[in-house]
DNA sequence: GAGCGAGTGAAACAGACGTTCCGTTATCTT
DNA sequence: AAGATAACGGAACGTCTGTTTCACTCGCTC
């Protein structure tokens, strides 16, 4: 029992044979690990509402020798995968351009790859990914614009898309055809726009397009002041760190994929069970 | 001084004007601020190779009261950020595969795109980017070549050398011209590639050519076992995320914006300060 | 309802801990 | 070179801590 992963089990598994009050200490135990970790006995004791002693028979309970040595287990998990994350968050903070050898730059956007990661989390709005996730799947012919830096994530969409077996359609310009591309949309199709500051013109247009034609449209920017949010919905802001203006597309490219596979548990849902699991499955063995 | 920030800097900048143990002593603090959370006086002592009294010199020495007090900075240092992110990666651990709502869903990828970053930190060859940079520095013109799940990488290399100012030409193969495209590849020129397992036919056959032409080639895959391991020099492994074949691009992504990044900074200095950094600036306009 | 056993609370104990003190050593000044 | 001052090592001290012990209570069984 020397890793908190197992300790954790066991308080769970073996709480409803526990006395009373070894319940009321594994309950604070699982919602207080800090304080296990580094308080002293007697002021874990008081806050928990037992005494000491119990806390030890608590620990022996758990095989340990003593309270000493169950601490020893709480501790372990705040040093194994944190203070490296932590430290770096911290590096990142202090210093804002990345500069040295090539290692310390892959440190800085690795870093601010979990900085993006951690704020994506929060301000996505799960009600938002719901709608979007309905919209695409409703769609008859999902269409995909983006231009420049945001291109390789549109390349993502339209290559997962047609993975779940959907109708994928990349309005990547090419030969100066965006907009015919774009005039085959439809009122049953849906539209997926990306487009980050300084918000290219083409995408704009196309975007215009889809309004007057009535196409239900998706977008993802990183403004709330973007040109484009006015002309999506839903429309998801996403924060990349950004270096020399070069965007590192962490966040996008998490948020694509969220969508995807979330588009594609629905599908699997909506056609129920097995025969859309095998259709799932070989379709995997496509992959590149 | 109750952030270990604050404390840190502080060590930093009187670290001058300690004396030798207590140099000693910021040292060892700095290096291991778990053990400094943890452990006791006496162990601190003989594992920094100092007297314990040395210790309690060292914090009064930074207006604490006594080692104690010092002791709990270090100690919140540890609880501040961890807790939430550390618990999730134990989730992620024991539940491989993500289900719910599209916003657990996005919560899955979130951690497990964390998780990735970690291990990108650890396992990239820091001399192998040296080398990488020096490689594409050199080179007349950057092929880049990848195919389905991997084109977004080679999307996102061929925007952003540009941006740089550099020749890149992505190898797309378009009208089924990818070897006539690869055909033009020179000796002074090199080649970017990007595959991931079961590993496109196109990529290895344009990867046996920039071989047989003497090409020099880096390359991106998963594994070592990759067939353009081989072929490819340096190569770089990257693991990232993945969940029914969709593979999270998150580390893959940060380890190419940190070569080009690397890349850019090691032009500039090349060519030397205010001229290069115009450039760049000029360049940076141009962005979408 | 009496006897039994596990569970619990509180105080006592032994050991460890952080801290202080003082003699000694090193470093810088005059 | 000698003195003065700061730094240091190591032992001693008093406190605090984890643990143990034991008396007591509660809940069950016969």
Redesign the pocket.
């Known amino acids: 029992m020397q890793s908190y992963d197992d300790l954790e089990q066991a308080i769970s598994s073996r709480y409803p044979e526990?006395?009373?009050?070894?319940?009321?200490i594994a309950h604070y135990a699982l919602e207080h690990p800090n304080d296990m970790a580094f308080?002293?006995?007697?002021?874990i004791a008081e806050r928990a509402g037992?005494?000491?002693?119990?806390?030890?028979?608590f620990?022996?309970a758990f095989a340990?020798?003593?309270?000493?040595?169950?601490?020893q287990v709480f501790r372990a998990r705040l040093m194994e995968t944190t203070p490296s994350y932590a430290e770096r968050l911290r590096r990142v903070r202090q210093q804002q351009s990345p500069e040295g050898s090539p290692d310390q730059i892959l440190a800085h956007f690795i870093t601010a790859g979990h900085h993006a990661l951690d704020h994506l989390g929060q301000e996505i709005d799960p009600e938002a990914m719901q709608r979007a996730c309905e919209l695409l799947a409703s769609a008859e012919t999902i269409y995909i614009v983006a231009q420049r830096r945001s291109f390789p994530v549109a390349a993502y969409f339209a290559y997962a898309l047609g993975h779940l077996g959907l109708h994928a359609h990349l309005v990547d310009g090419m030969g100066g055809m965006a907009e015919q591309q774009a005039a085959a949309m439809r009122t049953d199709d849906a539209l997926i726009m990306v487009s980050f500051h300084p918000y290219a013109e083409e995408t704009q247009q196309i975007a215009r397009v889809a309004r007057d034609r009535g196409v239900p449209a998706m977008a993802i920017t990183d403004s709330p002041l973007s040109p484009i949010c006015q002309l999506g919905d839903p429309v998801f802001e996403v924060h990349d760190g950004e270096v020399q203006s070069f965007r590192s597309l962490t966040a996008t490219m998490t948020l694509a994929i969220s969508l995807v596979v979330a588009l594609g548990q629905r599908l699997d849902l909506s056609l129920g069970g097995a025969g859309a699991c095998a259709q799932t499955r070989e379709t995997r063995d496509r992959n590149a």
């Open positions: 526990l006395s009373r009050r070894l319940q009321q308080e002293k006995v007697a002021t037992v005494q000491p002693s119990t806390l030890i028979r620990a022996k340990y020798s003593g309270f000493s040595e169950m601490q």
